[in-house]
């Protein structure tokens, strides 16, 4: 059964930093891609960074570009979101989540797997 875990969200002010974490387990993720998604109250589920657990490639939104920062660990099947100069409207749920097809990364319609959830909050 796979399984995606986040943790590390919380309350934070504008300018700080937060390290999200995902714990995948259940299968091979070696030729997934493994994105960071957000979702804001009535607003739609966007990506906000993605890799490529082949070869660690990277992808950026415009909106977090220069600011976070998106890596994974093999050993640890970990893969992890550093956000860093936070501003308020980084406020969301943060998702993470798997696709077999790298290719469309940038879709959330191509994702088979995606974890609970973590809240992130952005004080101004």
């Known amino acids: 059964q796979v399984q995606l875990v986040e943790s590390g969200g919380g309350l934070v002010q504008a300018g700080g930093s937060l390290r999200l974490s995902c714990a995948a387990s259940?299968?091979?993720?070696?030729?997934?891609?493994m994105g960071w998604f957000r979702q804001a109250p009535g607003k739609e589920r966007e990506l906000t960074a993605a890799?490529?657990?082949?070869?660690?490639?990277?992808y950026y939104a415009d909106s977090v570009k220069g600011r976070f920062t998106i890596s994974r660990d093999n050993a640890k099947n970990a893969v992890y979101l550093q956000m860093n100069s936070l501003k308020p409207e980084d406020t969301a749920v943060y998702y993470c989540a798997a696709t077999p097809y790298s290719s469309t990364y940038y879709s959330p319609l191509v994702y088979d797997y995606w974890g609970q959830g973590t809240q992130v909050t952005v004080s101004s």
């Open positions: 890799i490529m657990w082949s070869d660690s490639t990277t």
């Open positions: 259940g299968r091979t993720f070696s030729s997934y891609a």
